[in-house]
């Protein structure tokens, strides 16, 4: 059964950090896509960041150069740094994995940013 986890969502002040982590049970990390998505209310859930199993990463032109993702094979946990939070950076945020054609998705975690 394989299954994601996020945590790490709070409030927190506009220029303020937080990480998330995803924990990953029923494969392994570091040879899959994973991706970090978010869902603003009332909005379509839209790309944050990217990594592949060769470790390279890619992000959205609204979080480049304050995300950062990263893993932990060992720890099976998908990692994203934010800095420099902004109010529009609130949404929930999502884990996903691609795996042999199919997705799978985390519950989700808050992150509420405020001003």
């Known amino acids: 059964q394989v299954q994601l986890v996020e945590s790490g969502g709070s409030s927190v002040q506009a220029g303020g950090s937080l990480r998330l982590s995803c924990a990953v049970s029923g494969f392994t990390v570091s040879s899959k896509h994973m991706y970090w998505y978010r869902q603003a209310p009332g909005k379509e859930r839209e790309f944050a960041s990217g990594?592949?199993?060769?470790?390279?990463?890619r992000y959205a032109d609204s979080v480049k150069g304050r995300f950062t993702i990263s893993r932990d094979s060992a720890k099976a946990t998908l990692y994203l740094q934010m800095n420099s939070l902004k109010t529009e950076d609130t949404a929930v945020y999502y884990c996903?994995?691609?795996?042999?054609?199919?997705?799978?998705w985390g519950q989700g975690t808050q992150v509420t940013v405020s001003s």
């Open positions: 990594i592949d199993g060769n470790g390279a990463t």
């Open positions: 996903a994995a691609l795996c042999s054609g199919q997705s799978y």
